[in-house]
């Protein structure tokens, strides 16, 4: 329950998982003018030792062959409050193409590593846009993992995804922290989060997750950006031809980046998020896409390739994303602010049982989760505090005998009337903002009236 696991535990723990099962392999077959290893990599590639281990943490290992469970890692992790620099998009229609611009410019501009999963990714203009930016990533020789929800993502396609791994046939090597290329030939690694598809899956264990972490193990170059807006023409404001969308879904990111100022031994805010990635990454009912090496050959993914340029190109033309990409380079060098962040998680909802007669114990046991750390921060410290977050729903649970075990809404009362001189402004969604109408409901009909009217009016609002 110190922070070294996090950073260290797939060195110790997967590392030997990787080891157990590697073949020194024949490398007879490579061209001259390369170095005989895995892969051929050209003779000037060097063998680094932090590449070599990076490129190890970032592998994807099957549940059966890991000798750690990463869920249980992450819920007992020791995560630190953090220095970074961070900067706001929020629900306008420019933050949402500055967010959009933003996406495609770190794509372009990693040079070591990306991370990214979506709760919802379609293949519309934007989400084959992204996955014409990430094909190009691979081939310049970023090592990238991306992952999409099973259910969240469920109409989408897989050609595409299956497309991007394809894009490896080209990829190039991976470069050091001083730019040299070493022997490790970058991948695409594609993960289906909690894959539907599995035997016995339950199909409540979802990732809402929004998230990319570009270049995060590179202190100096890393990125974070995480929030509520997923991949598709619905966030950000414009339609196929670049026209005003007018029902756009209003949303809100943030920026994170490490301080210009950092110490070497600091656990930079890149680092950790890519670790947390990593957790959710080897969760043991994902699924990894693996393309038919027998349809490859045939070069069916060719097409959706092709396709994926075309749509990066059309994107970029637009008018409105052309000037916000343009502006890019100064967006990301200006603005910054000096915050203190600490990333807090739910990961325990993807292994804990009995979710409604055990909610008090499981509340307490993630020490990492938001209603464990709200509740534990000194009054003293923050008296006043704002909770934004697209699903507020302050749940009430049952036992099996009907008793209520644990209630949201009446312990955020109680805490506010224990604490006087402290005040709790909460932000969530509005039906004009959302993009889950049932859980909407649960917000406008039971949170609400529970937070802000006695038993008394929250039956007689109800009857009404």
Request: glycine letters at 6%; a negative charge; charged letters at 25%.
């Amino acid at each position: 329950m110190i922070i070294i696991p996090l950073r260290i535990w797939l060195v110790i723990g997967l590392l030997a998982s990787l080891f157990g099962c590697a073949s020194p392999g024949s490398y007879d077959t490579c061209p001259p003018g390369t170095q005989k290893g895995p892969e051929c990599p050209p003779l000037e590639a060097v063998d680094d030792p932090f590449i070599n281990a990076l490129y190890n943490k970032r592998t994807w290992i099957p549940e059966d062959e890991l000798d750690i469970d990463p869920i249980e890692l992450g819920v007992n992790a020791d995560i630190p409050v953090q220095d970074a620099r961070t900067k706001f998009l929020g629900a306008k229609s420019e933050d949402a193409v500055n967010s959009l611009a933003a996406k495609i410019w770190m794509i372009e501009n990693a040079q070591h590593t990306i991370d990214a999963t979506y709760y919802i990714f379609k293949r519309d203009l934007i989400g084959e846009a992204m996955l014409g930016a990430l094909c190009n990533a691979v081939q310049r020789g970023v090592d990238i993992r991306f992952m999409v929800d099973s259910i969240g993502s469920i109409g989408s396609n897989r050609s595409g995804l299956k497309a991007l791994d394809t894009c490896t046939d080209k990829a190039g090597f991976m470069r050091n922290a001083n730019g040299e290329l070493t022997t490790k030939k970058a991948r695409v690694q594609i993960v289906i989060f909690n894959a539907i598809s599995n035997v016995f899956v339950n199909p409540n264990r979802r990732s809402h997750d929004k998230l990319m972490v570009v270049d995060g193990s590179f202190p100096e170059r890393a990125i974070v950006m995480t929030g509520g807006r997923n991949i598709s023409l619905s966030y950000y404001g414009i339609n196929e031809d670049g026209s005003p969308k007018a029902d756009t879904y209003m949303d809100a990111e943030i920026l994170i980046r490490a301080p210009l100022d950092s110490e070497p031994n600091d656990y930079p805010v890149g680092e950790l998020s890519e670790n947390y990635y990593s957790i959710l990454f080897l969760f043991g009912d994902n699924k990894l896409l693996d393309p038919s090496e027998v349809v490859t050959a045939l070069g069916v993914y060719t097409p959706a390739r092709e396709d994926a340029q075309v749509a990066l190109a059309q994107l970029k033309a637009l008018p409105v994303v052309k000037q916000a990409m343009d502006s890019m380079p100064l967006y990301f060098k200006e603005g910054w602010y000096n915050s203190k962040v600490l990333l807090a998680h739910e990961l325990d909802n993807l292994s804990n049982e009995n979710i409604y007669s055990d909610a008090a114990e499981n509340l307490d046991k993630n020490k990492n989760s938001i209603s464990y750390l709200l509740k534990e921060i000194p009054r003293d410290e923050y008296k006043n505090r704002h909770i934004v977050s697209p699903y507020l729903f302050a749940a009430q649970y049952y036992d099996d005998d009907g008793n209520i075990v644990h209630d949201g809404a009446r312990n955020t009362r109680e805490w506010l009337d224990q604490h006087p001189d402290s005040t709790l402004e909460l932000i969530t969604n509005s039906v004009l903002t959302s993009d889950n109408f049932s859980a909407q409901s649960i917000v406008d009909m039971n949170m609400a009236p529970r937070l802000l009217l006695t038993e008394e009016m929250q039956e007689a609002w109800l009857a009404s």
